[in-house]
């Protein structure tokens, strides 16, 4: 793990104790997304309240750090630039969540826009009793407004449906530190598979409930999607609703890591693209999951 601070003068980096000061922290891992950091960090600069952003490069080859670090100046951003080396989200994760200083925090995407009241919607959320972590739902860019309102009326019905599953990816995510910390955090000694992001909250509702709102949502960047899938089965997502209350870490550590072991959907499969590989199976934890 490697800290920039190179590029940053004493006076433009504000000490890491003086950002207990601060409400949020947001996690930004990135690999090779020099075309999307800059809108996504201009989005995140328009959010309300104070925060830091820590930027995560997963081991760029392009030039998607230079960029993260000149969105920020652009824009005034109380910023960390760190760079984890060991490929994939989770072990990215892991290292950003270790220089958290602030209460909450949140994961983000480096290809999703965030609109200005985000992170105080979901401040709003984990205010309430018992709430560990809140999650946001996805709209399409350019979405109208009845439709917004459409999607979050049928988003929050199906939340009360199945209120013990996460129905929030990672780019969309939201927790009390403490809690996520309690939990174990992000670990690929643990999960280094995809859909870290469903294991995360199973792991933290442990302890609370996950909130969601009607104004809690976030916009994919329009991409081209050039990989094969990364997704678990439609089997497997009904095996998850069925098995979510009463038998969570049977499903994940018996049943799901096991078959995404064998499809080789590890954490640093979310890296790939048809103009990039992937760096193969020595790069799965040592360890076994459990």
């Given at each position: 793990?490697?800290?920039?601070?190179?590029?940053?003068?004493?006076?433009?980096?504000?000490?890491?104790?003086?950002?207990?000061?601060?409400?949020?922290?947001?996690?930004?891992?990135?690999?090779?997304?020099?075309?999307?950091?800059?809108?996504?960090?201009?989005?995140?600069?328009?959010?309300?309240?104070?925060?830091?952003?820590?930027?995560?490069?997963?081991?760029?080859?392009?030039?998607?750090?230079?960029?993260?670090?000149?969105?920020?100046?652009?824009?005034?951003?109380?910023?960390?630039?760190?760079?984890?080396?060991r490929p994939g989200k989770?072990?990215?994760?892991?290292?950003?969540?270790?220089?958290?200083?602030?209460?909450?925090?949140?994961?983000?995407?480096?290809?999703?826009?965030?609109?200005?009241?985000?992170?105080?919607?979901?401040?709003?959320?984990?205010?309430?009793?018992?709430?560990?972590?809140?999650?946001?739902?996805?709209?399409?860019?350019?979405?109208?407004?009845?439709?917004?309102?459409?999607?979050?009326?049928?988003?929050?019905?199906?939340?009360?449906?199945?209120?013990?599953?996460?129905?929030?990816?990672?780019?969309?995510?939201?927790?009390?530190?403490?809690?996520?910390?309690?939990?174990?955090?992000?670990?690929?000694?643990?999960?280094?598979?995809?859909?870290?992001?469903?294991?995360?909250?199973?792991?933290?509702?442990?302890?609370?409930?996950?909130?969601?709102?009607?104004?809690?949502?976030?916009?994919?960047?329009?991409?081209?999607?050039d990989r094969d899938s990364?997704?678990?089965?439609?089997?497997?997502?009904?095996?998850?609703?069925?098995?979510?209350?009463?038998?969570?870490?049977?499903?994940?550590?018996?049943?799901?890591?096991?078959?995404?072991?064998?499809?080789?959907?590890?954490?640093?499969?979310?890296?790939?693209?048809?103009?990039?590989?992937?760096?193969?199976?020595?790069?799965?934890?040592?360890?076994?999951?459990?």
């Amino acid at each position: 793990m490697y800290l920039d601070l190179d590029p940053v003068s004493t006076h433009d980096m504000p000490r890491l104790d003086a950002r207990n000061q601060r409400t949020w922290s947001i996690l930004l891992p990135f690999f090779n997304e020099r075309d999307y950091l800059a809108a996504t960090i201009a989005s995140l600069a328009r959010q309300t309240g104070s925060m830091t952003l820590i930027l995560i490069d997963n081991g760029s080859t392009d030039d998607s750090a230079t960029i993260a670090r000149a969105a920020c100046r652009d824009h005034g951003v109380d910023y960390l630039l760190i760079t984890e080396p060991r490929p994939g989200k989770v072990a990215a994760l892991r290292t950003g969540l270790g220089w958290v200083r602030t209460p909450l925090v949140a994961t983000c995407d480096a290809d999703t826009l965030y609109p200005p009241h985000y992170l105080a919607t979901a401040e709003a959320v984990l205010a309430k009793p018992g709430r560990v972590a809140a999650g946001a739902y996805f709209v399409a860019p350019g979405v109208a407004n009845g439709t917004l309102r459409a999607t979050a009326r049928l988003f929050l019905t199906v939340v009360r449906l199945l209120p013990h599953q996460s129905h929030a990816g990672g780019a969309g995510q939201t927790f009390r530190t403490s809690a996520l910390r309690a939990a174990g955090g992000f670990d690929p000694d643990r999960w280094n598979y995809v859909l870290e992001d469903h294991e995360i909250i199973h792991r933290v509702m442990r302890t609370g409930t996950m909130g969601y709102a009607q104004d809690l949502w976030c916009m994919p960047s329009p991409r081209e999607r050039d990989r094969d899938s990364i997704r678990w089965t439609l089997f497997e997502r009904l095996v998850y609703s069925a098995a979510a209350p009463w038998a969570g870490d049977w499903f994940f550590y018996s049943f799901l890591a096991p078959r995404l072991r064998r499809r080789r959907l590890l954490s640093n499969r979310i890296r790939e693209r048809q103009y990039q590989h992937l760096e193969g199976p020595a790069f799965a934890s040592p360890h076994p999951v459990f």
